[in-house]
């Protein structure tokens, strides 16, 4: 493996003082065809063993510094989005001979 600064990549300036994020449990509606999240919703055809993710964009304006993203805590999309979509594929692993197709939805 070569060092990311032998390779030009420019090292991270973030340290590790501060609080962190707290991140409060995920809510989802579970049913046999699938789950829906506020920002990602997973439709299972086990007939055709497949599983299509859609992924919502954020309605509104969302944080723009790091301080406001800090602010806003994890239900903001850029925190809740990623959040649902691990857990969504995690939930996958439990669906036997299922194939992942994904749609963006604007």
């Known amino acids: 493996m070569v060092p990311a600064q032998d390779v030009g990549i420019p090292r991270a ?5 501060g609080e962190g994020m707290a991140l409060t449990p995920l809510t989802a509606q579970r049913t046999e065809q699938g ?3 506020s920002y990602v919703t997973v439709a299972v055809d086990t007939s055709r063993r497949l599983a299509e993710i859609t ?3 954020p309605a509104g304006p969302t944080p ?3 301080e406001a993203l800090r602010a806003a805590g994890c239900a ?4 809740a989005a990623w959040r649902e979509l691990d857990d969504a594929l995690l939930l996958l692993d439990d669906v036997d001979g299922v194939a ?3 749609a963006h939805d604007r």
């Open 35 to 37: 789950t829906a999240y």
């Open 100 to 102: 992942v197709s994904g």
């Open 64 to 66: 723009e510094t790091p």
């Open 13 to 17: 300036t973030r340290t590790a003082t």
């Open 76 to 79: 903001q999309w850029h925190v």
């Open 55 to 57: 992924m919502k964009a």
